[in-house]
């Protein structure tokens, strides 16, 4: 049980991080700001990729995410 807890910590810590940077640069492509949504990719990308990882969430869950935001962008045009 102790050891479950502890893994607990760290899959929530590793969800809302992924899910806190999506909320993040949607909000920057909802308000337009392709470029600044564009520099932050990289960033997203990285929390949504060491979620998969870790079995937070699914390899295609995370890649279906990716690929969302990337069409987003690019329908803004940045």
Same mark, same amino acid.
Not at 44 to 71: E, F, T
């Given at each position: 049980?102790?050891?479950?807890?502890?893994?607990?910590?760290?899959?929530?810590?590793r969800r809302?991080a992924m899910?806190?940077?999506?909320?993040?640069?949607?909000?920057?492509?909802? !308000? #337009?700001? *392709?470029?600044?949504? @564009?520099?932050?990719?990289? /960033? +997203?990308?990285?929390?949504?990729? %060491?979620? !998969? #990882?870790? *079995?937070?969430?699914? @390899?295609?869950n995370a890649? /279906? +995410?990716?690929?969302?935001?990337? %069409?987003?962008? #690019?329908?803004?045009?940045?």
């Amino acid at each position: 049980m102790r050891v479950a807890k502890r893994r607990h910590v760290f899959v929530v810590r590793r969800r809302s991080a992924m899910k806190d940077a999506v909320k993040e640069i949607s909000k920057l492509l909802d !308000a #337009k700001k *392709g470029k600044e949504a @564009a520099a932050m990719l990289p /960033r +997203v990308y990285q929390a949504i990729d %060491k979620a !998969a #990882k870790g *079995g937070v969430v699914k @390899a295609n869950n995370a890649s /279906r +995410v990716k690929s969302r935001l990337s %069409k987003r962008i #690019k329908a803004i045009g940045a």
